[in-house]
């Protein structure tokens, strides 16, 4: 085990750990935002920097503070490690730069995308982002690739975090998309064209921290606020059948894995529970899925709401709202 500090609070953690794992054990604002790691994902993280900070202290054996700010999602934590992320003025311009350098390319379509809402990168927007861009030139412009008829991909959203690589690679029988080309030209495609169509192939999806791949039959029929989202689950061959519905009335528009705080799938799913299985009769409904209270998803989703007593106000007595 080892003890490393993060923004003055001490953890033990097993060796191994890294410094975002580490933090997410503490939890709170302690923990930096990761666009890029997963944590079921081997081989992701180190793309999207934005989970950079400062170690101040590398162990209790080499006191020197390390030269440059590390991703916290692929350095490991060190007994004696001390760590500052919120607290540390030059993380935060840091933070504030590379926010400000994902969003140069990205098109200012929040107000039609599907992924509003429950989307990473607004989040970091919204803490992190300048009212106004700097950005004078033209942003990347790419020809539309149709990937098949259950996935929709927006490539000039993509941030290129390579989530749904590894989701291919790792979770499908086989992968035919990946990044083509290098630099500023490098884009999602399958370059011989091709359908994403394996029976994994939705979780590509889930994975997404932003709308460039977004669920064609969900698309432009609600707003996830709008919605209610319910644990369910159904017996399946090929997946755990575990997962939440989104619902509008007795209706279902869409079905996702289980996430958990951070935004990462619990289980992941097959492509027939996603797509196929729309009528609530094909599941077995546990109750309403739990949502982060940060979240807009969360808004106006209460449960057991208690309300002033209409007989004795006065008294200050209340009744369970039905």
């Known amino acids: 085990m080892v003890k490393v500090t993060i923004d003055n609070t001490t ?40 989970c950079l900070v400062k170690v101040s202290r590398t162990s209790a054996s080499d006191p020197k503070p390390m030269p440059k700010l590390v991703a916290s999602c692929s350095t490991l934590a060190q007994d004696g490690m001390v760590v500052q992320n919120t607290i540390s003025p030059e993380v935060m311009e840091t933070r504030k730069a590379i926010v400000e350098f994902l969003l140069i390319n990205h098109p200012l379509d929040c107000p039609v995308c599907d992924q509003a809402g429950e989307c990473d990168l607004q ?30 991909l927006h490539m000039t959203r993509c941030i290129l975090c390579y989530r749904c690589v590894y989701t291919a690679d790792q979770i499908t029988d086989k992968r035919v998309h990946g990044v083509l080309f290098r630099g500023d030209a490098a884009e999602i495609g399958t370059y011989i064209k091709n359908a994403v169509d394996n029976d994994f192939s939705g979780n590509m999806i889930d994975v997404c921290p932003v709308g460039a791949l977004t669920d064609r039959t969900f698309r432009f029929k609600s707003r996830v ?27 279902i528009l869409r079905i996702t894995a289980r996430k958990d705080r ?6 992941f799913i097959c492509n027939e529970c996603r797509f ?9 409904v546990e109750g309403p899925a739990k949502s982060d209270r940060h979240s807009v ?25 039905e």
């Open 11 to 50: 953890i033990e953690v097993e060796e191994g750990t890294t410094i975002l794992q580490a933090a997410r054990k503490i939890g709170g604002s302690v923990v930096p935002p990761a666009m890029c790691f997963y944590s079921k994902l081997e081989g992701s993280g180190g793309k999207c920097r934005t």
């Open 123 to 152: 989040d970091l927007s919204f803490f992190h982002g300048l009212e106004q861009t700097r950005y004078g030139e033209a942003r990347r412009e790419f020809n539309p690739i149709d990937i098949g008829e259950k996935i929709k």
């Open 225 to 251: 606020w709008f919605l209610k989202p319910m644990n369910v689950h159904r017996h399946c061959s090929k997946c755990p059948g575990k997962a939440t519905a989104w619902m509008s009335g007795n209706e």
């Open 262 to 267: 951070y935004g990462e799938a619990e289980e």
């Open 276 to 284: 196929d299985r729309k009528d609530p009769s094909d599941w077995t």
């Open 297 to 321: 998803i969360s808004q106006n989703h209460y449960e057991n709401i208690r309300k002033q007593s209409i007989i004795k106000p006065l008294e200050g007595k209340t009744e369970a709202q």
